[in-house]
């Protein structure tokens, strides 16, 4: 029976479909695999929107795309540059002893060499830039330096330096170092690919035009190197020594010096390099770097470790006492304490007499602690169901007329403690703490129980939607109705969280939170809104990521 002649179309056909399918399911597994990325972009930009710090966010991406735009140009420039340049210095042709594996690359690649040898640059250069935009807040202290006013006292530099500029400064030179000695290694691949360097026995046979090159790449490589030596002396300024933050002696008279001699040490290396471009001579370059890491392990280290050891610790409180000081004026100067007038002050003797006509002065004494123990009794006394008390701070309010210390606790959302543990339980019905527990800290009963009081402060909204150890999410103005507060009926009469005005919306929350429920639920409409990003100091970071925060303010 003779074939079907239309059977090779058919297989071709066939083989088209294939193809088209994998092409399709690998696009819908990109879609689906960048879905929660876009997802989670724009929930992120609709929350900074809802508490009107959208300025923050778009801030912050400019930022990082300017950082990444510089970096991976500087990177892709400097490496297509050094490798049009090893072009231009590669042999017309191979020689007879070159390796094999060299010759079947350029048989596979051909013409298309130079252009995958670009392609390679710009490839390392997006993975240069990437880790760059994690700087972004450095980059903008940078450009929006300022002056204090105020200067060091080893170096006489403005304050401001050391807050704005010098962290950028310093992630510059060491990224600078990091992407030159990369680029050093991918200039040697692409001479020995090109001929310009022959591997073989005993030892490479190298190019005087390739030589030049790789010493020029090297002198680069000292020079930034004298520069981040040189930026050293100033990071010492500012590192926590323990005792205190700043330069101490070993730093001064030790540290600093040898710093200096590394400085000089490099410099002179990066002279050696260049000039074996005339001599042809590698020797001296190469027992300068040897001299160099030396000098790096004894002056840096060793020396230092010497001087801190045999002078200093003997005698530390004479040798630190000007350092000391000047941390300590400084410190002065940063809380604003510096033009504090002291006043000497005599205390005489104290009687009963003098107590009992003063009772006063001894009424607003704390008699309650905010510790871990008096949370625990917080907690038992004034918590309730689905709610904990986890810390106590101190305030003062008025008392009967008179401004007293109390101890304040704000009753939190526990959904561990929640009976309804369902979806809705744990999103739509418990949503918020309430109220406070307030004590007097200079009243006690004789039983030794706390005297709380609900009349010192007066609430209006007693509901706790946002507390410091609260996570996850609520969705509020649903048609599930919250638990309320006592004498509450718990429905919801504030504007904060994301309005989940459309379905999109509601998607977009779904794929980032990676919860269905938010998409099916058909308790929620046009004028839900969901609260999201519940911790009062993950808020904050968030709003204001440039401040440094304290763990408990209070």
């Known amino acids: 029976m003779p074939p079907d002649p239309s059977a090779p179309r058919a297989r071709r056909v066939s083989d088209r479909g294939r193809a088209l399918l994998i092409v399709a399911a690998v696009v819908v597994v990109g879609l689906l695999l960048s879905a929660r990325f876009v997802a989670s972009f724009w929930v992120d930009l609709l929350w900074h929107d809802s508490v009107g710090r959208g300025d923050v966010f778009w801030g912050e991406i400019r930022a990082k795309a300017t950082l990444f735009g510089m970096f991976a140009a500087v990177f892709v420039a400097v490496a297509v540059l050094n490798l049009i340049i090893a072009d231009r210095l590669a042999p ?10 060299v010759e079947r690359f350029h048989e596979f690649f051909g013409k ?21 935009v994690g700087r972004w807040q450095d980059w903008l ?3 929006n330096s300022a002056s204090f006013g105020i200067r060091d006292a080893q170096f006489g530099n403005d304050v ?6 010098l962290p950028f400064v310093t992630f510059v030179v060491d990224w600078l170092y990091l992407a030159v000695a990369f680029i050093t290694v991918m200039v040697l691949a692409t001479h020995v690919l090109s001929g310009g360097i022959v591997l073989q026995p005993p030892r490479p046979k190298v190019r005087k035009a390739t030589k030049a090159h790789i010493a020029v790449l090297l002198a680069v490589l000292a020079v930034l190197k004298a520069a981040d030596y040189w930026v050293t002396r100033y990071e010492l300024t500012t590192a926590n020594r323990g005792s205190f933050t700043g330069p101490n002696y070993t730093v001064v008279n030790a540290q600093l010096p040898a710093v200096l001699l590394l400085v000089l040490i490099a410099l002179l290396t990066a002279v050696l390099f260049l000039s074996a471009l005339k001599t042809d001579a590698w020797r001296p370059a190469v027992v300068a770097s040897v001299l160099w890491a030396v000098v790096a392990l004894i002056g840096g280290v060793l020396y230092p470790a010497g001087v801190q050891s045999i002078v200093v610790n003997p005698n530390k409180k004479a040798k630190e006492a000007e350092f000391i000081a000047h941390n300590i004026e400084a410190t002065r100067h940063a809380l604003g304490i510096d033009d504090v007038a002291t006043e000497d002050i005599s205390f005489g003797t104290l009687s009963a007499s003098t107590l009992e006509s003063n009772v006063a002065a001894l009424q607003d004494v704390r008699y309650v602690k905010p510790d871990s123990l008096m949370v625990s009794r917080f907690r038992n006394d004034k918590g309730k169901p689905g709610q904990s008390i986890n810390d106590l701070d101190p305030d003062r309010y008025a008392i009967d007329g008179v401004q007293r210390q109390v101890i304040v606790g704000a009753p939190e959302l526990d959904l561990s ?10 999103h739509l019905i ?30 209006t909204q007693p509901e706790l939607y946002f507390s410091p150890s609260l996570s996850g999410y609520a969705v509020v103005n649903t048609s599930v109705a919250e638990q309320g507060c006592d004498g509450d009926d718990g429905a919801y009469s504030g504007d904060a969280g994301v309005q989940l005005s459309g379905v999109m919306r509601r ?48």
């Open 430 to 459: 418990t949503t918020h703490g309430c109220g406070l527990a307030v004590a007097p800290a200079s009243q006690i009963k004789p039983t030794g129980d706390l005297v709380y009081r609900d009349d010192i402060v007066k609430l």
């Open 417 to 426: 403690q929640v009976g309804n543990k369902s979806w809705q339980g744990t």
């Open 160 to 165: 401001g330096f050391y807050m704005f500029k």
């Open 92 to 101: 017309v042709t191979f020689s007879a002893n070159t390796h094999p594996v």
């Open 141 to 143: 202290m940078f450009r």
């Open 112 to 132: 298309r060499l130079r252009l995958v040898r670009y392609g390679v640059a710009v490839v390392f250069g997006l993975l240069f830039a990437a880790p760059t």
């Open 507 to 554: 998607v977009a929350h779904a794929l980032k939170l990676w919860d269905y429920n938010l998409l099916g639920s058909s308790a929620i409409d046009g004028d839900s809104r969901l609260l999201s990003v519940r911790s009062v100091e993950e808020r904050a970071r968030k709003v204001a990521p440039f401040l440094v925060y304290d763990a408990d303010p209070y």
